[in-house]
Structures are given as structure tokens and as C-alpha cells.
């Protein structure tokens, strides 16, 4: 029962990525194509969740982490390159 | 009814609606106006949808190995904290940096300040 309710959601989150992909290739602004990135990377994360259950591993759980943590930075710089047009700033004030 | 079996059916519900709520997300994002809005629907919306699958995936590995697996609690409570805090920045990035809104919109509380303040 586990099985087929993951490989439904694993097909469920497939459909979702190639959406997304639409909207990072046609998207109008950048902002949109960096929620779309940020996006992406929340429904990697819920993919290897469901890889691991499928594969019976747990060793594939680090990794989430890792995601979670690159997508959050890499949403955040891209957010400032944008406001400010550098990503490292030397005035402490921001 | 043995208690794994009670098991399963929760974690398989907790799947089945996160994979629901990740495809709501995406069909918001690719049908929703303008970024304000698609940055709504796919940090809030998709947020919920991979926390309710990690928890299944909790709930999976708890049952299985019968010890409490500290690295998926912890990805469920930074995904919780930082994709609020994502959302947030680039939706501020888009205003400064002078995506329109969508003719719907109604209202615009920073229209008078011009460039909002950074402090």
C-alpha cells in the first residue's frame, strides 16, 4: 500500500517539477524564474524523502538537509543580487 | 488491525496530501497573474505540502527501524523556518527592483513611499 501511494506522489511531484520548469524557462522577470528555482529545489527535497521510502533506505536522509539549506542560500543571494546588484556587500547595514 | 497497519494508512494519508498540495502549488505557479501572487501560492502552499511528506517519510522510518531519525525533524523545522523567509526576500527584491503588478490588483500600500526603506 505504501509502495503505490509513493510512486502516485513521486508521478504527482514530476508533474509539479515539469510545471515549474515551464515557468523558469518562459517566465516574464527574474523574480519569477527564482520562485520557480526555489520551488523546485522545496519539491526536490520531498523527492528524495519519497526515493528513500521507496528504496527501503535511510541513507539518503542527509541529503535533505543539504538541499534545503543550498535552496535557502541560493534564493536569498539571488534576492539580494537583484535588489542591490552585488551579492557580497562591504557596508554592514543591510 | 495491528498497529503497523494503522501506521500505514496514516503515512500513506500524509503522502497523499502532500503530493496534493505540491501540484496545487505548481498549478498556481504556472497560472497565477503576477510573481506576487505565484511567490504565494509557492512558498505557502508547497511549504506545507513538503513538511506533511516529510512527515510521512518520519512516520515511515520510525516504523521500520523503531528509532527517532533527528535529521528529517530538523529538515521539517528549517524547511518550516527558511521558506517563509525565501518568500519574503525575493517578493522584496521584486517590488525594489520594479516588477509590475497585474491590472487586478486592487490596492498598493507602498505606491507613496517610493522605494521602501532599507535600514
Known sequence: ????AVKIAIFCMAISILVLIYRVIKGPSVP???????????NLIAI?????????TSAFLEVI?????????????FSKYLEKGVVFDRDRDL | MTVTEIFNIIIVIFILIGA????????????????????HAASK?????????????????????????ASVILGIVFIFVTSP??????SRAAYNSGVKMTD???HDDLKDKGKMQQK
Open chain 1, 65 to 77: 538537509l543539504l538541499l534545503g539549506i543550498l535552496s535557502f542560500i541560493g534564493t536569498a543571494s
Open chain 2, 104 to 106: 487586478m490588483s486592487v
Open chain 2, 45 to 69: 502552499a508547497a511549504t506545507l505540502g513538503v513538511m506533511s511528506i516529510l512527515a510521512g517519510v518520519f512516520l515511515f522510518f520510525y516504523v521500520k527501524d523503531g528509532y527517532f531519525n
Open chain 1, 48 to 56: 528524495i524523502g519519497l526515493v528513500s521510502i521507496f528504496l527501503n
Open chain 2, 20 to 39: 496534493f498540495l505540491s501540484l496545487v502549488a505548481a498549478f498556481g505557479v504556472i497560472r497565477l497573474p503576477d510573481v506576487y501572487t505565484r511567490n
Open chain 1, 1 to 4: 500500500m505504501i509502495l503505490t
Open chain 2, 85 to 90: 523567509v525565501s518568500g519574503h526576500l525575493i
Open chain 1, 32 to 42: 519569477d524564474r527564482v520562485v520557480a528555482l526555489d520551488a523546485i529545489g522545496v
